[in-house]
């Protein structure tokens, strides 16, 4: 071989080999997948990779998750084939050589561990979708600061992140992934619904709650004494305005409530302070789920159903996602991530149940909800109108920053 030639074949190799890499699909790594005691962090899941199958197709994603078990990981495959679930080192190791971006998705905080660990042994950029922010540990400003966009999923934490000194120079807000999924599970809820005489648009959803979840009931936690008093305390005084707004619709229209979970401790408290407590006329009309159940089969009840009410966020997310009306009740305990109702439009659905005076308003506008559904089903679609603008913007962010 002469030195021309040689120089000839090198340079076509190197050519091809970089328009190979030119070629090849830009590689995301999605860190999510949260628990699975939870619909809600359940659809953190989903709801990002929808997105991300919308807007970025050409995009191959992986998924790093904490916990896909109990059928999450099943129902995660059947709806998204191509997404790669992450397990153990070895493939943990090849996801952080082979691909271009982390993306933190969306849920209640910043896992500032594994963001850290991306950054210090791969250098690669990073980004975070979709978080509430509110209690900052040690160098979580520095690792936000040098994400390449830092989107909160409410006013509230991009403010509070702003006050800590956050310079990332991409900063906005988000809508919470979870608007996002498209999940669905039609037989068992049309099962489920016929059985107990609930029928289409016919029905209302709720959903009640303690101050603080009990893990120690349903995971393996430390029994906290002080959160269960508080819960005990205050349990009633929750219920009141749900209890209200179910004996107010039942009597007053033609529908029926469904009690139903949105984590695994919730079956037992809606019995406890909703079920057990209605009137003998109204109970024929209260139907009480009393299993768990995933994500898929709860939005296509939701879907059925003329709108939700009670104390959980995320149940009113994917209720919105799917243009299903949904009420949310907010205390101290919880995160700020109930004001992304006002950061959609929606804040004539938020209630403070720390405020005597917004208690008052509850079942009225639960009412409402029921008494005029087309009315509420429009104020649902402007909300969703402002979230699918606001993905479609933060995710060509997203795509910019990948390079894909």
Not at 40 to 63: F, K, M, N, Q, S
Request: aromatic share 8%; charged share 25%.
């Amino acid at each position: 071989m002469n030195r021309r030639h040689f120089l000839t074949t090198s340079l076509a190799a190197s050519l091809s080999s970089l328009s190979a890499q030119e070629q090849r699909p830009r590689r995301l790594l999605l860190r999510s997948s949260w628990q699975t005691i939870n619909i809600g962090d359940i659809a953190h899941t989903p709801g990002v990779l929808h997105l991300l199958e919308e807007h970025l197709p050409g995009v191959e994603v992986r998924l790093w998750p904490t916990d896909v078990k109990n059928g999450v990981e099943e129902m995660l495959r059947k709806r998204f084939p191509k997404v790669a679930i992450v397990k153990g080192a070895e493939e943990l190791k090849a996801a952080f050589a082979e691909c271009d971006f982390l993306l933190h998705g969306s849920g209640p905080g910043f896992v500032q561990k594994d963001v850290a660990r991306w950054r210090m042994e791969t250098g690669k950029p990073y980004g975070v979708y979709g978080i509430t922010f509110a209690n900052p540990a040690v160098d979580a400003i520095d690792l936000l600061s040098n994400a390449r966009f830092v989107f909160f999923r409410d006013s509230h934490s991009l403010k509070f992140a702003q006050e800590q000194g956050c310079k990332c120079k991409v900063m906005d807000f988000a809508p919470d992934g979870a608007f996002a999924v498209d999940l669905q599970n039609d037989e068992p809820a049309r099962a489920f619904l016929k059985a107990h005489g609930l029928e289409d648009g016919q029905f209302l959803c709720c959903i009640a709650r303690f101050r603080n979840t009990p893990y120690w009931k349903i995971k393996k936690a430390a029994f906290d004494a002080k959160k269960d008093a508080r819960n005990q305390a205050m349990k009633d005084h929750d219920a009141a305005p749900l209890l209200e707004a179910i004996i107010a619709v039942t009597r007053q229209t033609g529908m029926k409530v469904l009690l139903c979970p949105e984590d695994a401790s919730q079956m037992a408290i809606n019995k406890e302070v909703l079920l057990d407590k209605l009137p003998a006329d109204v109970l024929p009309k209260v139907v009480w789920r009393e299993n768990y159940w995933l994500t898929d089969e709860a939005i296509s009840t939701y879907r059925r159903s003329a709108g939700l009410f009670g104390h959980e966020m995320h149940s009113p997310i994917m209720c919105i996602g799917n243009g299903i009306p949904a009420i949310v009740c907010r205390w101290a305990e919880q995160t700020s991530k109930g004001f992304m109702w006002q950061d959609i439009g929606l804040g004539d659905w938020l209630f403070d149940l720390d405020d005597e005076e917004q208690v008052k308003k509850v079942a009225p506008a639960v009412l409402a909800m029921a008494k005029d559904p087309a009315a509420a089903k429009a104020k649902a679609a402007q909300g969703l109108a402002t979230v699918k603008k606001r993905q479609a913007e933060t995710m060509a962010v997203v795509r910019k920053n990948l390079g894909a």
